[in-house]
């Protein structure tokens, strides 16, 4: 690990010189996988800070998991935001209709490069922004639609369930406004997402792989949590206690908010810049956090007070 400093105790950057770097995918050999929203790609941060691109991803690479074969999926929202620099902060900017090549699903083979589309739509409705993924262990993964808004308007989405294999697709929770991170319960039995504006955390029952309990207008119980005060939610993790680790966008400093299972917020780590966009957990322990510091273009590594949820693959 870098010992390079970030100003915050405990909190040190494992890589650096990335392009806004979101969907960190912790291995076994120490590395950490990251796509690069605006770079196009998919890169290999290795344990002494070194990178290496390990395929081109055209659009806009915005979540990354890791099957069991080694293979990659990854969200694409197909280039939904343009790039601002405020000098030395970079943002996602306006919506730019001219270069949006459509959002979907990839699979990415990390040793050849190739890239397979999986999904572009579902049930004839075009996938506009996917953003966030988590892989249930049962040959499937759910997955956010962020969506696009431009001037005036801005789309209702959806959160998917899909297949490993391309064989099939279907919408699980419609409507979502502009969800983000999305995870499922230690057991299994509950999905979580974030929804970026609202700032807020939804939880649902999971009764089937792809079904979720339905709601009424009025049902509050599967609201996990609303932030208080103004932020955006972005990417989460759940950790080995069921806490809900949500990397929060703030205009007084970007962090990862945890929020346990009753909905209570634990504690908020700052992580040192306002766009804080993601969270996984690694090392042989799963204590090691790593957290996507997307506006200043690296990923920063912290010890964490609890191990973190051992993914499916």
């Not at 590395?31 to 929203?37: A, G, H, N, T, W």
């Not at 081109?56 to 620099?85: H, K, Q, R, W, Y």
């Not at 419609?174 to 609202?198: C, M, Q, R, W």
């Not at 957990?281 to 051992?310: C, E, H």
Request: glycine letters at 14%.
């Amino acid at each position: 690990m870098s010992t390079t400093g970030t100003g915050i105790a405990g909190v040190d950057i494992f890589g650096k010189g990335l392009t806004f770097p979101e969907g960190p995918v912790a291995c076994d050999d120490g590395s950490v996988l990251v796509v690069e929203m605006f770079g196009e790609r998919i890169t290999r941060i290795n344990p002494d800070g070194s990178t290496s691109v390990v395929a081109e991803v055209p659009g806009g690479p915005n979540g990354l998991a890791e099957c069991a074969d080694g293979s990659l999926i990854v969200c694409n929202n197909g280039g939904s935001f343009t790039a601002i620099d405020l000098g030395g902060l970079i943002l996602p900017g306006p919506f730019d209709p001219a270069r949006h090549t459509g959002g979907r699903i990839e699979r990415v083979n990390p040793k050849t490069g190739q890239i397979a589309r999986l999904y572009d739509s579902c049930d004839g409705h075009p996938l506009r922004g996917p953003n966030d993924l988590v892989l249930d262990g049962k040959g499937g993964f759910y997955f956010t639609d962020h969506g696009i808004r431009h001037e005036r308007s801005g789309d209702r989405t959806s959160i998917y369930y899909a297949k490993l294999d391309g064989s099939m697709i279907k919408e699980v929770v419609f409507p979502v406004e502009a969800p983000n991170g999305i995870g499922l319960s230690p057991d299994g039995t509950k999905l979580y997402y974030a929804e970026t504006h609202a700032a807020r955390v939804w939880v649902r029952d999971i009764v089937q792989p792809g079904e979720v309990t339905p709601v009424t207008p009025f049902d509050t119980h599967h609201l996990l949590w609303a932030s208080p005060t103004l932020v955006y939610l972005d990417s989460l993790a759940v950790d080995g206690d069921g806490n809900v680790c949500v990397a929060t966008i703030a205009p007084a400093g970007g962090g990862v908010t945890v929020i346990s299972p009753e909905g209570k917020v634990v504690r908020f780590v700052a992580s040192g810049d306002v766009m804080t966009t993601n969270i996984c957990f690694g090392g042989p322990d799963l204590r090691t956090a790593y957290i996507t510091r997307s506006g200043v273009g690296d990923v920063v590594a912290t010890q964490w007070a609890s191990p973190g949820l051992a993914l499916h693959r």
